[in-house]
């Protein structure tokens, strides 16, 4: 295996890019839509499943999987890969975005944060140095920079004080991280909705040199205005050169907004959830298939898709099983969700290779907009 | 497609038969092991996978499938195949059993049961004639007459009552079936443990005339060595050229007991809802995966096996998902305890078409003795 983490982009159409990761265990298409694999499962689907759906990438977590089975057990046992059986890329967060939710059980200090674990209690410290050793135990591909993400609402004072404690964290991180070569380290932009900040942040990372770049705090309930307002100029305090990741994004409508101002990465649990709760992404709206008047439809979810829901199933079948609160419903659900999500990065894909992205974005709108299915 | 439904014995060995029944809708080689799927899904699998376990039919539960999402329905879909993207044979019950479980919430007279279904309150009246339309609409391919079946512990009187109502009903039900080429139509023996009302029940079904005989009213709580006792004589009173299908059996040793005692078909539950507790069947015994002496074993629950779960995953990943209660554990472990069914029927068909079940039978019982792996 190539021992290198390389990104290359291949074409840019406004401000929208494609291009690829090259990783020693495979390429990511970019824009790429990463499936989140909490507890080393992405929930209701085989991995071979989440491959056929065309993701090149799963995202773990290390909160979720450092208190269960534990980050020294995985590495025991031969790295998360091979415990998952997921042979590709894996990136994983830090943990702090899921300690800091933490609200009540969790204590903050220059040093990290302590807190209990949500299923036995026990007590917990999290610093950038352990988030570096757990992402490692773990064999994570690209691993993600500790930092703190502050509540909503902030003050600007409140917000300036956590970026800048976030800042620090990520020099320890990168110091902790060391040179692993194949593997990638991530720094972590914050600042809020502050443009002076999100500028200061990303100077700072700059500074201290990364694979590639996210912008994180985003996503966290300030609403798709304020987030496309940050997107509007906060990708470009970045490197060019380097991948960017827009963290836990989002709705369809989000990534397309989010890809034409130049994010490469994102991740989201909204597919495989909303699958598990009935809900069907589709080329025309979202489908909600609980509704009775799915109950004796025989046409299949979305006529224009391969995957294997809308291959071999009438919307009534779904009704029908969604209702019978059957594994089957979210099984079918998740995989026409991450399928719809993957067909969606490959045609933007596609879309900004040939120059035709604004073309593919407006008609991408319209037909959500005209479909027979109403947006519920 | 040929329009008929054929028994053909290949093989005797002892008492124990291999042959195959030939439908319109695929050949089921038997003995044959019949997973449930209840509510037009077999829980936790998709039907393609059901199918590489090596099941060549499957089971659908008519009581479940006229309540939700109503036998109409299913027809109006065009069938239950369609319905649930199972193309081969599929055997529905009558109802007559599940029905009979609602104590207190059913009437019983000569004409039919009165009840309440346990999703909605509604009242429905099952007949003999109603169970064969339903069967009907829903397109199976092995339909079963509609019979009662007392709940124990029930007095020799009350045994005798009920086998000849359900005699009485396997009547309207064989006039009520017509003449349906391709279908086929099951009478069931009622009796209990009584060697004399077995005979009468096996007597009155073959003066009556049916594709196939079931022996019905077993695996309700009497025990395996009363269970023994009554197949140690009650498939004999059936014709020995039409399939004898003992009904709601079993676990494993269940299941080559009755094969060994002339049984050609079986369904039940056992290995799917296993897999969703996390009990997995193995050449060596029953594993219990939530137990805690797995979590850091890097084997393959069975090393033997050739499924997805002992392929791609440690005992200690299987471990960590069934205590997560991930989706993904009683995926894996339904489609591993379905297909370690599927592996013992083909075993013990293949022992008796050549000629030595009773040595594959010794070393079956010797080797879930001998194992590595202690029996919950």
């Not at 534990?70 to 590709?88: C, P, T, Y």
């Not at 609200?103 to 807190?115: I, N, S």
């Not at 703190?148 to 004080?161: F, G, I, N």
């Amino acid at each position: 295996m190539p021992q290198k983490f390389e990104f290359r982009r291949h074409a840019t159409d406004g401000r929208a890019r494609a291009g690829e990761i090259e990783t020693p265990r495979g390429t990511v298409r970019t824009p790429a839509f990463m499936p989140v694999g909490t507890a080393a499962t992405v929930k209701a689907m085989l991995p071979e499943s989440v491959r056929a759906t065309g993701a090149d990438i799963v995202l773990g977590n290390t909160y979720h999987l450092m208190l269960r089975p534990g980050a020294e057990r995985v590495a025991r046992l031969g790295g998360l890969h091979r415990f998952m059986n997921w042979d590709r890329p894996i990136l994983t967060d830090s943990g702090g975005f899921q300690v800091m939710s933490l609200a009540g059980l969790r204590k903050l200090t220059e040093e990290g944060v302590t807190f209990k674990s949500h299923i036995d209690g026990a007590r917990h410290l999290l610093t950038p140095e352990r988030s570096m050793e757990i992402q490692a135990l773990l064999g994570s591909d690209i691993v993600m920079c500790f930092d703190e993400c502050p509540a909503l609402p902030a003050t600007e004072a409140e917000v300036a004080a956590s970026m800048r404690l976030s800042m620090r964290w990520a020099e320890r991180s990168r110091t902790a991280f060391g040179d692993r070569p194949g593997h990638a380290l991530f720094g972590i932009m914050q600042g809020g909705v502050s443009r002076e900040l999100r500028a200061e942040s990303a100077e700072k990372l700059r500074e201290i040199g990364f694979d590639g770049y996210a912008v994180g705090g985003l996503a966290v309930g300030e609403g798709q205005e304020a987030m496309f307002g940050v997107l509007d100029y906060a990708p470009e305090f970045l490197p060019a050169d380097r991948p960017r990741y827009l963290m836990g994004v989002g709705k369809p409508d989000d990534i397309v907004g989010a890809v034409a101002r130049g994010i490469d990465m994102m991740d989201c649990v909204l597919p495989s959830r909303s699958g598990r709760t009935g809900q069907a992404f589709t080329t025309r709206g979202v489908v909600n298939l609980r509704n009775a008047r799915h109950a004796e439809d025989p046409r299949p979810l979305d006529a224009d898709c391969t995957c294997p829901a809308c291959r071999g199933y009438s919307r009534a079948y779904l009704h029908h099983v969604v209702r019978a609160k059957e594994m089957i419903a979210g099984m079918l659900l998740t995989w026409h969700n991450l399928h719809y999500y993957q067909c969606l990065m490959a045609e933007m894909r596609d879309a900004i290779g040939e120059g035709r992205f604004a073309a593919w974005r407006a008609a991408f709108h319209s037909g959500r907009a005209e479909g027979d299915i109403a947006p519920v």
